[in-house]
């Protein structure tokens, strides 16, 4: 007798190779969810980017108004004042303190237009027996945020 061999097909090998049409759009699928989810955080990125730009100006311009009363210390309530272009800067005429107080608000205000959106500046004055208070805000409003976003600094003179 001869002993043939014979090969048993396995249920591995019954006629499947590669693929299948539903693991593909499976992976598809997958792979899509993962890509909207990097475009959301790329988004996100962005508006902090955005709102982390926002906010430095507005505390270099509170800074730059502190700088500005430390300069003009004569002028102190002046301002809390209404701001007033004074030409004090590259005038022919000397200005007094509070006029120069008024053009510092005049630019101040300027520049925070110029650079935060719907920006705005108000400088508080209390005056103290030993001390002069300050109290310096900035306000904007940031888009996608219902309630506009402020920056505020108290400083003691």
């Known amino acids: 007798?001869?002993?043939?061999?014979?090969?048993?097909?396995?249920?591995?090998?019954?006629?499947?190779?590669?693929?299948?049409?539903?693991?593909?759009?499976?992976?598809?699928?997958?792979?899509?969810?993962g890509m909207l989810g990097i475009a959301a955080m790329y988004v996100e990125g962005l508006r902090a980017g955005r709102t982390s730009v926002y906010r430095s100006?507005?505390?270099?311009?509170?800074?730059?108004?502190?700088d500005r009363i430390r300069a003009n210390s004569v002028g102190q309530a002046?301002?809390?004042?209404?701001a007033g272009d004074n030409d004090c800067v590259n005038g022919a005429d000397d200005c007094s303190?509070?006029?120069?107080?008024?053009?510092?608000?005049?630019?101040?205000t300027q520049s925070i237009g110029g650079r935060l959106p719907g920006?705005?500046?108000?400088?508080?004055?209390?005056?103290?027996?030993?001390?002069h208070q300050y109290t310096i805000v900035v306000t904007w409003t940031e888009p996608g945020v219902a309630e506009p976003l402020a920056y505020t600094m108290v400083m003691e003179q």
């Open 119 to 131: 920006g705005e500046g108000v400088v508080a004055y209390a005056a103290g027996a030993d001390t």
């Open 78 to 82: 002046a301002y809390s004042g209404l």
């Open 97 to 108: 303190p509070a006029e120069l107080a008024a053009d510092d608000l005049f630019w101040w």
């Open 1 to 33: 007798m001869t002993a043939r061999a014979t090969r048993v097909p396995c249920a591995a090998d019954a006629g499947q190779r590669g693929f299948t049409l539903v693991e593909s759009l499976v992976a598809l699928v997958v792979i899509s969810v």
């Open 57 to 66: 100006a507005a505390v270099e311009l509170v800074a730059d108004m502190a």
